[in-house]
Antibody, heavy 123, light 106 residues
Framework: QVQLQESGPGLVKPSQTLSLTCTVSGGSIDVGSSYWSWIRQPAGKTLEWIGRIYSSGITTYNPSLKSRVTISIDTSKNQFSLGLNSVTAADTAMYFC???????????????WGQGTLVIVSS | DIQMTQSPSTLSASVGDRVTITCRASLHINMWVAWLQQKPGKAPKLLIYKASTLESGVPSRFSGSGSGTEFTLTISSLQPDDFATYYCQQYSSSVYTFGQGTKLEI
């Protein structure tokens, strides 16, 4: 069973860039049916899908965040990363990395999650 | 984006009860719906995918149904461990969206 673990600063200043890394263990990040996503959740609110990356480097972003988001992948380290620039207090949330499984017919959607990391935007 | 409208937002129930949560999609999404369970301070956990397929290891008291725009999650006999927040999620579009959540409480 694949496991995911987020890492990165828990406090980011307004207008700066939020940077997080997800380390995947228990399986290769370079698996044909797996896509790798970032999702966030402000306290007491629902989940917001941020974007995904495939092992080839192809990305898809949520249009609401697209102008500020970059997701990258390092297959040699079994890691993928999130960058979100020009952050404000509205970006304060729990950030999760996750796997989307697209094997078989249609796949499962998001089937594995990291434990999440809280990022606070404050000066 | 495809909007997922979930109801109710809060559901009060007791151990042994049968409960149903509903999710409505703003567009036809075939069967591409998942149901997730989240407990406080924890990551969501996949319960059901493809509207009605039970994820491995999930108890059989959980079931899902529906297609097109209307979907339901049913818990046949509530157990103490089931009190949590439940989310529907569509994966028909390349941009995934979630319902607002249903908090299941005693």
């Amino acid at each position: 069973q694949v496991q995911l673990q987020e890492s990165g600063p828990g406090l980011v200043k307004p207008s700066q860039t939020l940077s997080l890394t997800c380390t995947v263990s228990g399986g290769s990040i370079d698996v044909g049916s797996s896509y790798w996503s970032w999702i966030r959740q402000p306290a007491g609110k629902t989940l917001e899908w941020i974007g995904r990356i495939y092992s080839s480097g192809i990305t898809t972003y949520n249009p609401s965040l697209k102008s500020r988001v970059t997701i990258s992948i390092d297959t040699s380290k079994n890691q993928f990363s999130l960058g979100l620039n020009s952050v404000t207090a509205a970006d304060t949330a729990m950030y999760f990395c996750a796997r989307e499984w697209r094997g078989g017919y249609g796949g499962k959607g998001i089937d594995s999650w990291g434990q999440g990391t809280l990022v606070i935007v404050s000066s | 984006d495809i909007q997922m409208t979930q109801s109710p937002s809060t559901l009060s129930a007791s151990v042994g009860d049968r409960v149903t949560i509903t999710c409505r999609a703003s567009l036809h999404i075939n069967m591409w719906v998942a149901w997730l369970q989240q407990k406080p301070g924890k990551a969501p956990k996949l319960l059901i995918y493809k509207a009605s397929t039970l994820e491995s290891g999930v108890p059989s008291r959980f079931s899902g149904s529906g297609s097109g725009t209307e979907f339901t999650l049913t818990i046949s006999s509530l157990q103490p461990d089931d009190f949590a927040t439940y989310y529907c999620q569509q994966y028909s579009s390349s941009v995934y969206t979630f319902g607002q959540g249903t908090k299941l409480e005693i």
